[in-house]
């Protein structure tokens, strides 16, 4: 045990807010609550966030004048008189290549304040390249996506990566769906694209894909409301991301939310980490192939095609599919018990192609945490399936880059 000091803890020494302080930080806070929430009146943000209306209008303005915010009429088709003005966010004021690395290739999306997706792209991964070629690729791709924005006053890179990835410095560790281990993501794209200020980018930002697929649903999808949100998403393997109030659990090393990798059964099938008996080996879709007695295909697409077959089958009654389905909703219940028991979640939302499974076969699931549950809360929690889907880690990864943005919006601009 530690000492104790029988004198008094010393007060902190620093000094109170100034009035540029207070004025940043509430700049920040109108912002992030357009941008959050969506067009609202000036008398609405007062309300909302309890400051002097001609406090409010100061920020507005410094706002417009920024462009970042917009004063223009309300959409209200078919009401009479002259309703108020409302403030909207500028999607083209400050935008993010969003950047998801998936198995088969990488897709780009320029996002916008208000969490508005401008544009898509979507680029193959040569087979035959290297890890240090196919970043250098991702990197060429970003330059040229960034020169064709310079304009733009703030603009940020946020790239969503499927595995184990350090948020502090956006390295990764492990990547497995592709091939990619001990990788300074975060550091090569930043020197690639000459990140800071006067560079093509002023942040980059890489994270956990089940990490920002959990904000983009507490944010602006079916986690919405949600105290504590558990985000569950599969395809090959199994990500989850924990959002608490707002705020993402995760640890330093990046390993939080490895739930994939919980044991459910030591004599279960190896897992690609190297371990047995991972959750991931019973409820993703390689462990719905197996469940159904369907051929593995090496090819990603070829895997979700017959998923998706698998999933058809069982949706029109065939026997061998439909106790597939019954078989991995079962295992996939189990895992939610243990995970509802630790985190106490007020809600579930089920990404990737669990959202789909959930919806075939709901009853297996709840009846194991109706079986396990200790409490009212635990066996009836709610679970919903993903709204925002594909665009999930590229809406997660925007709110990450922009977040410098919307801490001090006048300090993360470029000069105009």
């Not at 540029?20 to 969506?38: F, I, K, P, S, Y």
């Not at 998801?100 to 997706?117: I, N, Q, S, Y």
Request: with cysteine; charged share 20%; hydrophobic share 45%.
């Amino acid at each position: 045990m530690t000492a104790q000091s029988s004198r008094p803890a010393l007060k902190s020494s620093s000094p109170p807010p100034t009035t540029a302080d207070l004025r940043r930080d509430n700049l920040g806070r109108v912002l992030r609550l357009v941008h959050e929430d969506g067009a609202m009146t000036r008398a609405a943000i007062t309300e909302r966030l309890g400051l002097a209306r001609g406090t409010v209008g100061v920020l507005l303005d410094m706002l417009v004048r920024g462009g970042l915010l917009v004063e223009r009429s309300p959409e209200l088709p078919g009401t009479r008189g002259r309703p108020s003005p409302v403030f909207d966010t500028v999607p083209t004021g400050a935008t993010v290549l969003a950047v998801d690395l998936a198995v088969e290739g990488f897709r780009l999306a320029v996002v916008g304040l208000g969490g508005r997706v401008l544009s898509r792209h979507e680029w193959p991964w040569d087979p035959a390249a290297s890890t240090e070629q196919s970043v250098a690729t991702l990197v060429q791709r970003l330059r040229a996506a960034a020169r064709r924005r310079t304009a733009v006053p703030y603009q940020a890179v946020g790239v969503a990566c499927w595995g184990i990835v350090r948020g502090s410095d956006g390295f990764v560790h492990l990547a497995p769906n592709l091939g990619w281990r001990d990788v300074a993501l975060g550091a090569l794209l930043a020197e690639g694209l000459g990140a800071g200020p006067g560079g093509l980018v002023q942040h980059v930002v890489v994270a956990n894909d089940a990490d920002l697929g959990a904000v983009a649903e507490y944010r602006r999808g079916a986690g919405e409301g949600a105290r504590r949100l558990l985000y569950v998403h599969s395809d090959v393997g199994v990500g989850g991301g924990i959002v608490h109030e707002g705020t993402v659990l995760g640890a330093s090393g990046g390993y939080a939310g490895e739930i994939g990798h919980m044991t459910v059964d030591p004599r279960g099938v190896r897992c690609r980490c190297g371990a047995v008996g991972c959750w991931e080996t019973e409820v993703d879709e390689r462990a719905l192939l197996r469940a159904a007695g369907v051929a593995d295909p090496a090819d990603p697409a070829a895997v979700a095609r017959a998923v998706a077959a698998v999933l058809e089958d069982a949706r029109a009654g065939r026997p061998a599919a439909a106790e597939a389905v019954r078989k991995v909703a079962t295992a996939l219940g189990a895992g939610l018990a243990n995970l509802v028991h630790i985190l106490g979640p007020d809600r579930i939302v089920l990404g990737g192609y669990l959202a789909d499974l959930h919806a075939l076969s709901p009853v297996p699931t709840r009846r194991v945490l109706q079986e396990r549950g200790f409490s009212a809360e635990a066996r009836d929690v709610p679970i919903l399936p993903a709204s925002r889907r594909a665009d999930a880690s590229f809406l997660g990864a925007a709110e990450y880059a922009l977040e410098p943005l919307l801490s001090d919006p006048a300090a993360a601009q470029r000069p105009r």
